[in-house]
């Protein structure tokens, strides 16, 4: 069974789309919580986080920080078997 990803964007982040193509690219299905103008969503990413800046993206229970933490697994080939792809 493949982990719930979730990530907090915001439309006009640059990191959130490289993000989203990453995902995207492998297949993955995500749930996007767009954050702007929405104060109750933002302070949950905040919650969950401890940051403050987007994208926050999770897999699972795991808090794997933004997009270059993702792209830093990736790199490494340790995001793969997190998203339950190997």
Not at 34 to 54: C, D, L, P, Q, Y
Request: proline share 5%; aromatic share 6%.
């Amino acid at each position: 069974m493949k982990p719930k990803v979730v990530m907090y964007t915001t439309t006009i982040c640059p990191y959130c789309h490289r993000a989203k193509r990453l995902l995207d690219s492998k297949g993955v299905r995500y749930e996007e919580r767009h954050i702007e103008g929405n104060s109750a969503r933002m302070r949950e990413m905040m919650e969950r986080s401890k940051r403050r800046t987007v994208p926050q993206i999770f897999i699972g229970d795991l808090h794997v920080g933004g997009y270059d933490d993702m792209a830093a697994l990736d790199a490494r080939g340790e995001l793969d078997p997190l998203l339950g792809l190997k």
